[in-house]
């Protein structure tokens, strides 16, 4: 997929090992704030420390059943997202990332459905679930216009395989959405 801008041409790849770098300055920016410019997709004020470190992306990157696909032109990665097989028709969405400073340019909406058309051609998924911290009501509502719609489960924001880093208050906990992808 290829869209103008400007000069340089966007279109979406998998990422590759020498994309690592770039990819945990996009993450860490986005997630935590890191880039100097905190964008709306920022928990920093929920979580702190990385989102993502090396070893954890090497290991993505490695994996068969996962893949990191990135949003690029010949300037650079201008966003992420990460989709993984769950296995018996799912797919799971994380890492969805875009630069803070382009945030609000339809980017996170062109990286998620590059996702979603991933998981259901090369995963055969039917369903895409993501997880979401439950504080962060916009983030949920802009997942919700775009068909992901919150399953009622709950769990608790643990540094592992859904989240990573460091919980700045107590309680924390993951909202579990779901979407059915196209046929």
């Avoid at 997929?1 to 340089?8: H, L, R, S, V, Y």
């Avoid at 650079?76 to 994380?94: E, I, T």
């Avoid at 979603?116 to 216009?145: F, Q």
């Amino acid at each position: 997929m290829t869209i103008e801008a400007g000069p340089d041409q966007l279109y979406t790849t998998r990422a590759r090992a020498a994309d690592l770098p770039a990819l945990l300055a996009l993450v860490n920016g986005a997630y935590r704030g890191d880039s100097g410019r905190r964008g709306w997709t920022s928990e920093s004020e929920l979580v702190g420390g990385p989102k993502l470190d090396a070893a954890a992306l090497e290991a993505i990157l490695a994996a068969p059943a996962q893949a990191i696909l990135v949003l690029r032109a010949q300037s650079g990665l201008f966003a992420c997202a990460h989709v993984a097989a769950q296995g018996a028709g799912v797919a799971g969405l994380r890492l969805l990332a875009v630069r803070p400073a382009l945030q609000a340019n339809g980017l996170g909406r062109q990286m998620l459905a590059a996702a979603e058309r991933y998981a259901a051609e090369h995963y055969g998924a039917g369903v895409m679930e993501m997880a979401v911290l439950a504080e962060r009501e916009e983030l949920i509502a802009w997942t919700e216009r775009r068909g992901y719609l919150p399953t009622g489960e709950l769990r608790p924001f643990a540094d592992g395989e859904l989240a990573a880093g460091v919980p700045q208050r107590d309680g924390l906990t993951l909202q579990l959405l779901r979407h059915l992808l196209a046929a």
